[in-house]
C-alpha cells in the first residue's frame, strides 16, 4: 500500500505503513531533516513542520494524517533561493545556541504569522510557549520572532498577492 | 379531490405521521374460523361482546361490532392491542366438515410412460403485503372517506369501500403512500391484504366518528391464508402417440376476478351487494386460447360472488395456467416447448412471431454455462410462454400476439430469483412506434417483474437504505419526503382496458417466469408469487424427499446441488434440535467450499455483515493477522483467546459447513459439537437473519487460509468444563431471529437489527451477573468493564458532561468523534473503522436506535451547545490548585490540549472539559488513554495521543488523572484509589509510543 502525499510542493509517493510517524517518514525515507527529533511525545515542538500553514508536531502524527493536506518542513521554507522572513530573522537575531529547537521556533512563528501577521508580543510569548529551548536563548528567540513580523510585513507589501 | 376531510392538506411532507396524529387506532378482532372457499365465503357466527372485559384498561376505547365484524379503537396502538387481545368474544362455530384446502398446489411428480396430464394452476386472492408493516388510515366524516394506505388495485378498493359504506365512488378518496409506478400497481397481480385493512380501517372509521389507523403487519397474512384462492384452473391433456395433443380441456372456476375484502363479508354488506347488484350468469365469456386441438373444450364458470371483474387480471391468470401446463406437457413428454406450441398453432402472424423470437433469443442455445462460469449456488433457466388475446370486439385477428423469453438464475440457498434476461416479441397492429413499444415493455415487464419475484425491502437488507427511505420510510412513524400519490377518480375498469399495453403483453409475464423457474429448478411453481421464501421452502422440500429434479436432464453440478441441499434441510433440523435440549453431536467435517461458490455479491454482503459484526476486532492479536485469533481476554473466569476463523482445514473453520458454522453463531456449538464461552457473542448473533449469516460464511470462506497456533484458555474450575454452558445457555441465551417492533420505523427496526445482533453492542455495553450472563430490562446497555476498559452506558445512566444527541451519536460512530463529547479509543476504536465500511443509512440506523436507548433528542439544542462553551470556558480560568498534576499537565499535555489562540495541525481538537471519561465515575478510560494513548488508526485525522507508559511512574499517573479530574470534571467528585487502579492496568501495556528514527 502506497501513500501519496504532498511535501515542500512535491508529490511523493510512499511505501510506508500508515502508523509511522510522519516525522520517520521525513528524515528517514525523505531525508528531510529540518524537523528534529525531540522528546517523541509531542512536547517539546523541535518536530514541527506546517501542514496546511499550521504548526504540527509530526513525531506524534501518524503519516496517513498527513495525506491529502500540504506539508512544508524547514527544508522546503525558502522560495527561490529567498529566505523565508522568519528564517532571515533568526539568522539577523542570531538567536541561537545549539540551535536543535530552532527549527521548532521557526515553524511556530511562521504557523502563527499565517494565522495573524500582527502579534502582540505576548501572543508571541503564548504562541511559543510550549516550544522548549534547553539552551537558554529564549530572550533572543523572542526578538527574533518580533523582527520576523516586521520583516514579515515588509515582504507581504512586497508581493502581497503571491 | 375532496375538501371535507379534515385530513385533508396533507401533500405537505409532514405525511403519514401528521395523519397519526390526529387517528385513533383500531385492531381488529377475527373470527377463530373464516375461509373464500368455492366462491363462498364462511366464517364462525358472532354470538356477542362482553364489553366488561375491559373495565380493567383505562383510556377510552370503542368497540365495533358489525354483522360478524368485531374491532376495538383506541387511543394508541399498544392500548387496542391489549384490548383486542383481552376482549372476550363469543362466536358460535359454524365450521365445515371436511376444510378443504384449496391453496396448497403440491409439486407434482410425473408418470412416465406418458399419455395423458391434469395438472391445476391457483391464483390467490391475495398477494402479501411484503414484509413491510405499514399504516392504514381511514377517515369517514361527512358522505366523504379518505383512505390512506398501499394498494395496488384501487378501482376494486373503491368498489368495495363503495359498497362497505353506500357512498358513491366519488366521494372516496385514496392516497398511496407508495408514491411511484401507480399505472403499474394498478395492472398488478392481484389485490393484495392492504385492501382488507384499508375497508376494517373505513370500517372503524365510520363507527367511532373520527380517523382510524389500523396497523397492516403480518397479522393480516391471516387473511391471505383464509381467502386462498381466487382462482383455478384445472387443464387436462391426452396424447397421441407422435406426442400432439390430441384432447385439450380446460376449465375455469371462476371467471370474474377478485375477492371482496373481509371485512366486507363479516360485516355482511357483502352479501347485500350480491343479490342486489349482480345478477349472475349473464358475463359468461368463454376463455380465449390462441391454439387448435383437435378435440378441446373450454369452459369457465362465472362467480357472482366475487364482486369486482379485472379483465388485466383475468387474462395474465389465463395465460399463466394454460402456458404453465404447456410447458409441463412439452418437459414431461421430453418435446421443446416451443416446438409444441407451434405445432398446434395456426395463426401464420403468431408463428412468425415466435420464430423470430426464438431466433433473437438463441432459444436452442443451452441456457447452461459450463460449470466453471456459474457459481454452484446458482441454477440457471429458460423459459417461454405466448399469448394473443382478442380485441374488445373479440376479433382475434385485430388482437395482440406476444412471445416471451425469460432467463432466470435461482440462488439454492437463499431462493433468490434473478430475472436475468427477458426477451419479448410483441405483434400490437400496424401503427406501434416500435422502439417505444420495447421501452414500454420493457419498463412494464421489469417493473411488472418486481413484485411476485420478491425483493422486499426489509430490516437486514444491504444497500444505502435510500429505497428503504423513499419507500418506507414515508409509511411507517417517521416524517416523510415524499408527497402521496392520489389516484385519479376518474380511473375505471374501462379505462384501463382502453390501453392496448395493458392487457395482452403482460399476460405471458407470470407464465414465462414459473417456466424459467422449473427449467432451472425442476420444481413446478402452480401458484404466483414466487417470492424467495417459497423458492427456498420448495427446494428443500424436494431436497427432503429425496426426489429433486424429475424430469430434468442431468446437469453436470447434479451431485453438488444435492449435497446442498442437503446442508441447508440438515441446518434447520440441527437449529431446531439445538433449541430444544442441550443437543451436542459433532457435524461432519467437508472440505472447504471452492472459492467460486458465491458470487460476488454474496461476498460482498459478507464483508458488509463481518464488518457490522467486527470480526476482526476480536479474532486478531494486536499486529497479528486478520482473523487468525490468538487475542486475549481476560474474564472474571480466566483467560480466553479468540480463534482462527480463517478458512485454514486444520486450525480454523475450513472444515465447517454451513450448518456447524450457523450452529456456531445462533447456538454457541462449535463443529465438533462442544460449547463455546459467550465471550463469542453467540448470544447477539442468534439475531441475525438467514442471508445475513449465509453471506458471512461465503465470505469467511473466500479469505485466503492462515494456520494458527492453538491458545490453551486458561480457565478456573468449573468454567473449565464446556459442557456445563448447556445449562447456562438454557437458563440464558433466547436463539430467536430478530423480530421487528412494528411500533416503530424502518430506520429503528434497522437500527435495532444492527445494534442487537451483528452489532453487538450490548456484549460490551451491558453489564453481566456472576454467571457472565447480559443483564437485561434496565440494565441493558447500562455499562460494563471490558479488557480493562469501561464501556459506558448508551441508556440513561450516560455520564456525558453534555447529552448525547442522535446527531452526536451519528458523528462518533461514523467520523469516530463528536465535537461534543471526544473521540473513539480503545475498543470502539476498531469499531468505529469497521462502521466506515457500512453504508451512510445503517450507522445512521444504529445512532437512531442507541439514541432511542438513551431517550436522546434528535440534534444538540442552543442550550447544550452553550453550556459547552461555558465548561470549556471555566476550565481555561481555573486550573486547581494541583502542583504536580499541573506541572505534568503543562510539560506534557498542555502543547496539544490547550489552545494557545494559533491554529495548530496536530492538536487536539475536542476539549477535555467535555470528554465523557473525565466525567465517568471510574478513571479506568482515562489511566488507559494516558498510558497507552490514543490510537485511532483506522480513522485518519481522529485522536492520535502518544502513551506515556514509559515516561510517567504510577504516582505521575494518579497526579495527572487527579488533576484532569478537577480541573475538567470540577463538579464531580474526586476518584478514590486511583494508583491502586493505574497499577492494574498498568500491566498489558507496552511502549506505545513508536520508536526513535
Redesign the interface.
Known amino acids: 500500500m502506497t501513500l501519496k502525499l504532498t511535501i515542500n510542493g512535491q508529490e511523493r509517493e510512499l511505501a510506508v505503513p500508515p502508523q509511522t510517524p510522519l516525522l520517520n517518514v521525513l528524515r528517514n525515507d525523505l531525508s528531510l531533516n529540518g524537523p528534529k527529533y525531540g522528546c517523541g511525545l509531542g512536547e517539546c515542538g523541535a518536530c514541527s513542520v506546517l501542514i496546511d500553514g499550521m504548526a504540527a508536531r509530526s513525531c506524534v502524527l501518524p503519516v496517513s494524517a498527513a495525506v491529502g493536506h500540504n506539508v512544508t518542513t524547514l527544508d522546503g521554507l525558502a522560495q527561490n533561493g529567498q529566505l523565508d522572513p522568519v528564517q532571515q530573522a533568526f539568522i539577523d537575531a542570531q538567536a541561537a545556541q545549539c540551535g536543535y529547537c530552532l527549527n521548532g521556533m521557526i515553524i511556530t512563528v511562521r504557523g502563527l504569522l499565517n494565522h495573524n501577521a500582527q502579534p502582540t508580543a505576548e501572543q508571541i510569548r503564548a504562541a511559543l510557549e510550549h516550544n522548549l529551548c534547553r539552551c537558554g536563548t529564549h530572550v533572543e528567540i523572542l526578538q527574533a520572532a518580533e523582527r520576523a513580523v516586521v520583516i514579515n510585513a515588509v515582504a507581504l507589501e512586497e508581493a502581497p498577492y503571491e | 379531490m375532496s375538501d371535507g376531510s379534515m385530513l385533508n392538506g396533507q401533500q405537505a411532507p409532514a405525511g403519514t405521521s401528521a395523519l397519526l396524529s390526529k387517528a385513533r387506532y383500531g385492531v381488529v378482532v377475527r373470527p377463530p374460523f373464516y375461509r373464500w372457499s368455492d366462491g363462498r365465503f364462511a366464517s364462525d357466527r358472532l354470538v356477542g361482546v362482553d364489553k366488561n372485559s375491559l373495565a380493567s384498561l383505562s383510556g377510552p376505547i370503542d368497540v365495533v361490532v358489525e354483522g360478524d365484524f368485531v374491532g376495538v379503537v383506541a387511543d394508541s396502538l399498544a392500548l387496542a392491542t391489549d384490548a383486542a387481545k383481552q376482549l372476550k368474544v363469543e362466536w358460535r362455530t359454524v365450521r365445515q366438515a371436511a376444510d378443504k384446502s384449496p391453496a396448497k398446489m403440491p409439486v407434482e411428480e410425473s408418470h412416465p410412460p406418458y399419455a395423458s396430464a391434469s395438472h391445476a394452476y391457483g391464483w390467490p386472492s391475495r398477494m402479501r403485503w411484503g414484509n413491510h408493516p405499514s399504516w392504514v388510515i381511514a377517515d369517514y366524516s361527512d358522505q366523504q372517506l379518505s383512505v390512506w394506505g398501499p394498494t395496488a388495485t384501487p378501482v376494486a378498493l373503491k368498489q368495495d369501500l363503495s359498497r362497505l359504506t353506500a357512498l358513491d365512488v366519488s366521494q372516496i378518496e385514496l392516497y398511496s403512500a407508495v408514491n411511484n409506478h401507480s399505472t403499474q400497481q394498478a395492472s398488478g397481480l392481484g389485490r393484495h391484504c392492504g385492501d382488507d385493512a384499508a375497508v376494517d380501517a373505513a370500517l372503524m372509521s365510520r363507527a367511532v366518528g373520527s380517523p382510524v389507523a389500523v396497523w397492516l403487519d403480518a397479522r393480516y397474512a391471516k387473511d391471505v391464508e383464509a381467502l386462498g384462492q381466487a382462482q383455478r384452473i384445472t387443464l387436462n391433456a391426452d396424447l397421441s402417440s407422435d406426442g400432439e395433443i390430441a384432447r385439450y380441456r380446460y376449465q375455469q372456476a371462476n371467471l370474474t376476478g377478485e375477492v371482496a375484502a373481509v371485512g366486507l363479508w363479516l360485516s355482511g354488506a357483502a352479501a347485500i351487494a350480491e343479490l342486489t347488484e349482480f345478477p349472475s350468469g349473464d358475463n359468461d365469456t368463454p376463455p380465449f386460447s390462441p391454439y387448435v386441438f383437435r378435440d378441446q373444450y373450454l369452459a369457465a364458470r362465472s362467480q357472482p360472488a366475487s364482486l369486482t371483474t379485472n379483465p388485466t387480471l383475468t387474462g395474465i391468470q389465463q395465460a399463466f395456467a394454460r402456458e404453465s401446463f404447456l410447458d409441463e406437457v412439452a418437459r414431461e413428454s421430453e418435446q421443446d416447448p416451443i416446438a409444441l406450441r407451434l405445432r398446434h398453432l395456426e395463426d401464420a402472424r403468431g408463428i412468425e412471431l415466435i420464430e423470430s423470437v426464438a431466433k433473437r433469443a438463441e432459444w436452442q442455445r443451452p441456457s447452461d454455462q459450463p460449470a466453471d462460469s456459474l457459481p454452484r449456488q446458482l441454477m440457471r433457466g429458460r423459459g417461454f410462454a405466448y399469448s394473443q388475446l382478442p380485441d374488445r370486439d373479440q376479433r382475434v385477428e385485430a388482437g395482440v400476439r406476444s412471445a416471451w423469453i425469460a432467463d432466470v438464475e435461482v440462488n439454492r440457498i437463499t431462493g433468490d430469483v434473478q430475472l436475468t434476461r427477458l426477451v419479448v416479441g410483441q405483434d400490437a397492429g400496424p401503427d406501434i412506434d416500435t422502439a417505444r413499444l420495447q421501452q414500454t415493455l420493457q419498463a412494464r415487464v421489469l417493473g411488472e417483474a418486481r413484485p411476485f419475484l420478491g425483493h422486499e425491502p426489509r430490516f437486514d437488507e444491504w444497500g444505502d437504505g435510500s429505497r428503504a427511505l423513499t419507500k418506507h420510510e414515508s409509511s411507517a412513524l417517521a416524517p416523510t419526503t415524499s408527497s402521496p400519490t392520489i389516484y385519479s377518480p376518474s380511473a375505471s375498469v374501462a379505462a384501463v382496458g382502453e390501453d392496448v399495453l395493458t392487457g395482452a403483453e403482460l399476460s405471458p409475464g407470470v407464465a414465462v417466469i414459473a417456466n424459467a423457474l422449473f427449467d432451472a429448478t425442476g420444481l413446478r411453481f402452480r401458484q404466483p408469487p414466487f417470492t424467495a421464501n417459497r423458492v427456498r421452502q420448495a427446494l428443500e422440500e424436494s431436497a427432503i424427499e429425496g426426489s429433486g429434479r424429475p424430469s430434468k436432464p442431468v446437469k453436470q453440478s447434479r451431485s453438488t446441488k444435492r449435497r446442498w441441499l442437503a446442508a441447508a434441510a440438515f441446518t434447520t433440523i440441527a437449529g431446531t434440535a439445538a433449541m430444544a435440549w442441550p443437543w451436542k453431536g459433532a457435524i461432519a467435517p467437508v472440505s472447504r467450499p471452492a472459492a467460486n461458490l458465491y458470487s460476488a455479491e454474496t461476498i460482498e454482503r459478507g464483508r458488509l455483515v463481518a464488518a457490522a459484526g467486527d470480526c476482526a476486532a476480536c479474532h486478531t492479536s494486536e499486529g497479528g493477522v486478520t482473523n487468525v485469533g490468538g487475542r486475549a481476554f481476560e474474564t472474571p473466569f480466566g483467560t480466553l483467546f479468540s480463534t482462527n476463523i480463517t478458512p485454514d482445514e486444520v486450525t480454523g473453520i475450513g472444515q465447517w459447513s454451513y450448518a456447524a458454522f450457523e450452529r456456531a453463531m445462533r447456538h454457541g456449538i462449535s463443529r465438533d459439537g462442544s460449547h463455546l464461552y459467550p465471550a463469542f457473542p453467540y448470544t447477539a448473533f442468534a439475531k441475525t437473519s438467514d442471508a445475513d449469516l449465509q453471506a458471512l460464511y461465503a465470505y469467511l470462506m473466500a479469505q485466503p487460509p492462515v494456520a494458527a497456533e492453538k491458545n490453551t484458555n486458561e480457565l478456573s474450575f468449573p468454567f473449565s468444563v464446556r459442557a456445563l454452558m448447556a445449562g447456562w445457555n438454557t437458563l440464558y441465551h433466547n436463539p430467536a431471529p430478530f423480530q421487528p417492533d412494528p411500533m416503530q420505523s424502518e430506520l429503528y427496526n434497522r437500527g435495532a437489527y444492527l445494534a442487537e445482533g451483528l452489532g453487538h453492542c450490548s456484549a460490551c455495553h451491558s453489564p453481566r451477573n456472576a454467571m457472565g450472563a447480559e443483564k437485561s430490562g434496565g440494565a441493558y446497555l447500562a455499562g460494563a468493564f471490558v479488557d480493562g476498559w469501561e464501556a459506558p452506558p448508551l441508556n440513561t445512566l450516560s455520564r456525558a458532561p453534555v447529552p448525547w444527541s442522535e446527531a452526536s451519536l451519528y458523528d462518533y460512530l461514523r467520523q469516530g468523534e463528536s465535537a461534543l463529547h471526544g473521540v473513539a479509543s480503545g475498543p470502539m476504536a476498531p469499531v468505529v473503522a469497521g462502521l466506515g465500511e457500512l453504508p451512510e443509512y445503517d450507522v445512521r440506523a444504529i445512532a437512531h436506535y442507541v439514541a432511542a436507548q438513551m431517550q436522546a433528542p434528535t440534534g444538540n439544542s442552543d442550550a447544550d451547545v452553550a453550556g459547552a462553551e461555558q465548561r470549556v470556558a471555566s476550565a481555561a480560568l481555573s486550573a486547581p490548585e494541583l502542583e504536580a498534576g499541573e506541572r505534568l499537565f503543562e510539560?506534557?499535555c498542555?502543547?496539544?490540549h490547550?489552545a494557545?489562540?494559533?491554529?495548530?495541525?496536530?492538536s487536539a481538537r475536542i476539549n477535555l472539559a467535555l470528554n465523557t471519561n473525565l466525567h465517568s465515575d471510574h478513571p479506568d478510560n482515562v489511566i488507559q488513554s494516558i498510558l497507552g494513548g490514543v490510537?485511532a488508526?483506522h480513522v485518519?485525522?481522529v485522536g492520535?495521543?502518544?502513551g506515556?507508559a514509559d515516561?510517567f511512574s504510577n504516582t505521575q499517573v494518579a497526579d495527572l488523572a487527579t488533576y484532569l479530574r478537577a480541573r475538567f470534571a470540577p463538579e464531580k467528585a474526586p476518584w478514590q484509589q486511583v494508583e491502586q487502579r493505574i497499577a492494574d492496568l498498568r500491566q498489558p501495556h507496552h511502549n506505545n509510543?513508536?520508536s526513535?528514527?
Open positions: 510539560g506534557s498542555a502543547a496539544c490547550v494557545s489562540g494559533v491554529p495548530t495541525f496536530s490510537h488508526e485518519p485525522g492520535n495521543m502518544p506515556f515516561s509510543t513508536h526513535t528514527p
